[in-house]
């Protein structure tokens, strides 16, 4: 699987911001799909994620109720949409494929997730 990130971009604080990724491959059902981010100087972390049916997701407490995650497996294709963003949201985002074989719990874990997208950058200006 071929992850394609895009959407990045400068904002202000409180706007918003779709990422979308884009997969290769005839597979992509059977795969949880995340967005992970890394902030200048700060560690990975776990964003946010959807399981191979969209019928189970998982955010991060610091994005819960502003950001949205989804995913249409007819277009390949996940998406997050970003409201209310701050400048803590500054970072590179990348989307990952976990070849979960469609299990229902999303796993938060970046070492669970096969493939990576290569970033796309967001910064959020105050």
């Known amino acids: 699987v071929q992850l394609q990130a895009s959407g990045g971009g400068l904002v202000q604080t409180g706007g918003s911001l779709r990422l979308s990724c884009a997969a290769s491959?005839?597979?992509?059902?059977?795969?949880?799909m995340g967005w992970f981010r890394r902030a200048p100087g700060k560690e990975r972390e776990f964003v946010a994620g959807i399981n191979w049916s969209g019928f189970s997701t998982t955010y991060a407490d610091s994005v819960k109720g502003r950001f949205t995650i989804s995913r249409d497996n007819g277009k390949n294709t996940v998406e997050l949409q970003m409201n209310s963003l701050k400048p803590e949201d500054t970072a590179v985002y990348y989307c990952?494929?976990?070849?979960?074989?469609?299990?229902?719990?999303?796993?938060?874990?970046?070492?669970?997730?096969?493939?990576w997208g290569q970033g796309t950058l967001v910064t959020v200006s105050s």
């Open positions: 990952a494929a976990d070849y979960s074989r469609r299990e229902f719990a999303v796993r938060p874990d970046p070492t669970m997730y096969d493939y």
């Open positions: 491959g005839r597979t992509f059902s059977l795969y949880t």
